[in-house]
């Protein structure tokens, strides 16, 4: 399924368009959940170089989600811009959120933008609309067009598909990175996984806390994938990090993420922030192994030592939480 290369929904702040892209995965900054603004053009073309999320109200059916592009050819486009929803998960196989397509006030499943220009910034005027009365935690996939046409793929068969199908389409891009508030000392929450392939995957997990009080005690789980790791703590960031045997052959479940304040904590600092990463061991065949590490750049050596010297540990998914005050 082919998929153009002239407009640009950005893999993170970081994306210029170059492809494949070396940024994440998750965060693209032009999937913007936002209250409602007067002037949208003007106001997210000249915020282009930020990511301007903002918290989205649990109870509202009507939250606003706006979205920008920007032109990387020298002839006018146009463009026709999609979003799809799904709940948090760290693998954003198409099944998880094709039949999601999100709705503008209308009913339209497509926002129309237009750059006269070679760079730029074509901004959605019109938002597409965000339910949020079962959960405020999702997870939205963008995908530019220049004409009217659906592209949407069909699930991918490994990890190592998704993975360049993100980094060599510039006009595709996922955000899995939610604003929340919570007047709660212990936070809790589910992130899907899945493993697409029919054998069995060795993987690592990185749960980061950023601006996160001292002595504040975070953890990951997930039985089947013989992942079990908490600490406190002492630095900020703080990197807990985590390597599986194996993530069993078509397994679909989840990842428990937990944090508890200490008790001289009593409320989540603005900005606080947990970030949950998903890597999967590449061998050098596979052509996502190019933007891959190496494991023992990042594990402790008893971790390292699961995977195949020759390999490289890629990212493949993410989800994060920002702690945002009421």
């Not at 039949?99 to 070679?118: E, I, L, Y």
């Not at 793929?153 to 980094?167: A, K, M, S």
């Not at 409320?267 to 949950?276: E, G, N, V």
Request: aromatic share 10%; with cysteine; hydrophobic share 35%.
């Amino acid at each position: 399924m082919a998929y153009q290369n002239k407009l640009l929904f950005r893999d993170d702040t970081t994306d210029d368009g170059t492809t494949p892209s070396h940024g994440g995965t998750y965060s693209s900054p032009d999937i913007i959940s936002h209250e409602q603004i007067a002037d949208p053009q003007t106001e997210l073309s000249s915020s282009y170089t930020h990511d301007v999320n903002q918290r989205v109200p649990s109870g509202s059916k009507t939250n606003f989600v706006y979205t920008r592009v920007k032109s990387l050819d020298s002839s006018p486009q146009e463009g026709y811009l999609r979003l799809y929803r799904a709940n948090v998960n760290l693998f954003m196989t198409p099944s998880v959120w094709r039949g999601n397509a999100m709705k503008t006030p209308a009913g339209d499943s497509f926002v129309k933008v237009s750059a006269p220009h070679k760079d730029d910034i074509a901004v959605g005027v019109t938002p597409f609309l965000l339910d949020a009365t079962a959960s405020d935690r999702f997870c939205l996939v963008g995908i530019a067009n220049t004409d009217s046409t659906e592209t949407v793929p069909e699930d991918f068969r490994t990890y190592d598909d998704f993975v360049v199908w993100v980094h060599q389409n510039p006009g595709v891009c996922v955000r899995n990175l939610n604003v929340i508030s919570t007047a709660k000392t212990s936070f809790e929450q589910l992130d899907g996984l899945k493993n697409p392939e029919g054998t069995p995957r060795h993987a690592a997990f990185y749960l980061t806390a950023t601006n996160v009080p001292i002595g504040t005690t975070i953890g990951m789980q997930c039985e089947p994938a013989k992942l079990n790791a908490s600490m406190v703590t002492s630095t900020d960031p703080e990197i807990l990090s985590a390597a599986v045997p194996a993530v069993p052959p078509y397994f679909d479940g989840f990842v428990r993420v937990w944090a508890t304040l200490p008790l001289s904590e009593p409320s989540w600092p603005d900005d606080a922030r947990l970030d949950l990463d998903y890597g999967v061991e590449m061998a050098p065949s596979m052509q996502s192994h190019q933007w891959g590490i190496n494991p023992h750049d990042v594990l402790c050596a008893s971790d390292a030592s699961l995977f195949n010297a020759a390999f490289r540990l890629v990212m493949v998914g993410a989800c994060g939480t920002v702690f945002k005050t009421a």
